[in-house]
C-alpha cells in the first residue's frame, strides 16, 4: 500500500471544515478551541497527526503519567521547538511555565495546536490541564484542536459547561461509508479492484478504518503471492 497518503474520506471532509472554520473566525470575538472526537479505529489520530505535520502545527499527545507540571514542561518543549528556540531545559512552577507558554503564543498568533487523548485531562486530578488548555485559548489568539474519544463531549459537557460552551467547534468521527472506503481503496491500494471487492471489505470491517486497512493489507498480500495487478473476491476465496 501507498504510505502518507490522507485520503479525503467523509469524516476528513467535515474536520477540514471545522478547522477552517477555526482559523477564520472573528478572533476577537471568539476562542480557536475545537474538538475532534468518536470511537477507536476511525482514523483520529492519523488525521491529526498528517495534518499537523504537513500544515506544520504543533501536535502533542497527553499520556496517562502526566500531571500539570509534567504538561507546562512538554507544552514549553514544543513551542520552543517549533519556534526555532532550540531545546533548553524548563524550570519553574507550572503556573510560571504557562505564563510563559501564553507570553510565547502572544507572539505567535498563527500557531496552531493540536493535543490528542484529551480524554486524559478528564481525570479529576489533571482538571488544571484543561484549565491550562483553556487560558491559552482565552488569552492568545492560537487555535487549539483537541482530539478525544467517542464520549470526549459529554465528559467535558458534565465537567464544565462554561468550557463546553467555549468550544468553536465539535466534529464527530464516523464509520467509513462504503463510498469512502471506496475512495481508500483507490487512494493508497497499489492493485486494481472491482466493486465487489469494495462490498467484501465494507462487510468486513467492524466499521473501523483500522479493519479496513487491515483487510486491505491482506488483499494486496493475497495478489503479491498470486502475481496479480488486479484483484477479485473469487481471487481471495480461491
Known amino acids: 500500500m501507498k504510505e502518507g497518503k490522507l485520503a479525503r474520506l467523509s469524516n476528513v471532509i467535515a474536520a477540514d471544515r471545522c478547522v477552517e472554520y477555526?482559523?477564520?473566525?472573528?478572533?476577537?470575538?471568539?476562542?480557536?478551541?475545537?474538538?475532534?472526537?468518536?470511537?477507536?479505529?476511525?482514523?483520529?489520530?492519523?488525521?491529526?497527526?498528517?495534518?499537523?505535520?504537513?500544515?506544520?502545527?504543533?501536535?502533542?499527545?497527553?499520556?496517562?503519567?502526566?500531571?500539570?507540571?509534567?504538561?507546562?514542561?512538554?507544552l514549553k518543549q514544543v513551542i520552543m521547538r517549533h519556534l526555532g528556540l532550540g531545546n533548553h531545559p524548563v524550570m519553574g512552577s507550572a503556573a510560571t511555565i504557562y505564563e510563559e507558554c501564553i507570553g510565547l503564543l502572544r507572539e505567535h498568533p498563527e500557531i496552531v495546536i493540536v493535543i490528542d487523548e484529551i480524554?486524559?485531562?478528564?481525570?479529576?486530578?489533571?482538571?488544571?490541564?484543561?484549565?491550562?488548555?483553556?487560558?491559552?485559548?482565552?488569552?492568545?489568539?492560537?487555535?487549539?484542536?483537541?482530539?478525544?474519544?467517542?464520549?470526549?463531549?459529554?465528559?467535558?459537557?458534565?465537567?464544565?459547561?462554561?468550557?463546553?460552551?467555549?468550544?468553536?467547534?465539535?466534529?464527530e468521527f464516523q464509520s467509513p461509508t462504503k463510498k469512502d472506503i471506496a475512495i481508500l481503496m483507490a487512494t493508497v491500494m497499489e492493485v486494481g479492484f472491482g466493486e465487489d471487492l469494495v462490498d467484501y471489505i465494507a462487510t468486513r470491517n467492524q466499521?473501523?478504518?483500522?479493519?479496513?486497512?487491515?483487510?486491505?493489507?491482506?488483499?494486496?498480500?493475497?495478489?503479491?503471492?498470486?502475481?496479480?495487478?488486479?484483484?477479485?473476491?473469487?481471487?481471495?476465496?480461491?
Not at 502545527?57 to 497527553?62: K, T
Not at 478504518?209 to 495487478?229: G, Y
Request: hydrophobic share 40%.
Open 22 to 74: 477555526l482559523l477564520a473566525r472573528p478572533k476577537l470575538e471568539m476562542v480557536g478551541l475545537g474538538l475532534i472526537y468518536g470511537h477507536p479505529g476511525l482514523g483520529k489520530t492519523t488525521y491529526a497527526q498528517r495534518m499537523a505535520y504537513g500544515k506544520g502545527w504543533i501536535y502533542m499527545r497527553l499520556e496517562s503519567y502526566m500531571t500539570p507540571k509534567t504538561f507546562a514542561v512538554s
Open 119 to 171: 480524554d486524559y485531562a478528564f481525570r479529576s486530578y489533571q482538571h488544571e490541564i484543561l484549565g491550562a488548555i483553556r487560558d491559552i485559548v482565552d488569552q492568545t489568539l492560537c487555535v487549539v484542536i483537541l482530539v478525544g474519544m467517542q464520549n470526549a463531549k459529554d465528559r467535558l459537557y458534565q465537567i464544565n459547561r462554561y468550557y463546553f460552551d467555549r468550544c468553536g467547534v465539535f466534529c
Open 207 to 238: 466499521g473501523t478504518l483500522r479493519d479496513t486497512i487491515k483487510l486491505m493489507h491482506s488483499v494486496e498480500s493475497v495478489a503479491r503471492v498470486k502475481k496479480l495487478e488486479k484483484i477479485s473476491v473469487a481471487d481471495l476465496e480461491g
